[in-house]
């Protein structure tokens, strides 16, 4: 088993509960990990049993352009299809931060972080 991750992906988005949040967007970091199987790929040096992380990074892109009120809401989605859609995924853990969150002081992010298995 080995781990594929990406991290800091950096993204405009609208999530948010507030409609103002939503309206105006903010600035949203996710970081993706998965664990699979390397022993194809590091014999045969091919992406063919191992995880393409262009694909990963495009499921990201693609739930981050979707408003949510909820980050979980977010990455539940996230985690939904890379489960559904990359069948050599074992196990996926994405966190997903909001910078400067309206929550009435200084704070530099709020992260939620979620794990699930086959």
Same mark, same amino acid.
């Given at each position: 088993?080995?781990?594929?991750?990406?991290?800091?992906?950096?993204?405009?988005?609208?999530?948010?509960?507030?409609?103002?949040?939503?309206?105006?967007?903010?600035?949203?970091?996710?970081?993706?990990?998965?664990?699979?199987?390397?022993?194809?790929?590091?014999?045969?040096?091919?992406?063919?049993?191992?995880?393409?992380?262009?694909?990963?990074?495009?499921?990201? &892109?693609?739930?981050?352009?979707?408003?949510?009120?909820?980050?979980?809401?977010?990455?539940?989605?996230?985690?939904?299809?890379?489960?559904?859609?990359?069948?050599?995924?074992?196990?996926?853990?994405?966190?997903?931060?909001?910078?400067?969150?309206?929550?009435?002081?200084?704070?530099?992010?709020?992260?939620?972080?979620?794990?699930? &298995?086959?």
């Amino acid at each position: 088993m080995g781990k594929i991750s990406l991290e800091g992906l950096l993204f405009k988005a609208y999530h948010g509960y507030y409609d103002e949040e939503r309206q105006k967007g903010n600035k949203f970091e996710v970081n993706i990990s998965v664990k699979t199987n390397f022993a194809h790929a590091s014999k045969k040096d091919e992406l063919e049993g191992t995880v393409d992380y262009e694909q990963l990074y495009a499921i990201v &892109k693609d739930e981050m352009e979707q408003p949510s009120k909820l980050l979980e809401h977010v990455v539940n989605r996230i985690i939904t299809r890379v489960l559904d859609e990359v069948p050599a995924v074992k196990k996926v853990k994405v966190s997903l931060s909001k910078f400067d969150p309206p929550i009435g002081g200084q704070c530099r992010a709020a992260t939620i972080t979620v794990k699930k &298995k086959r």
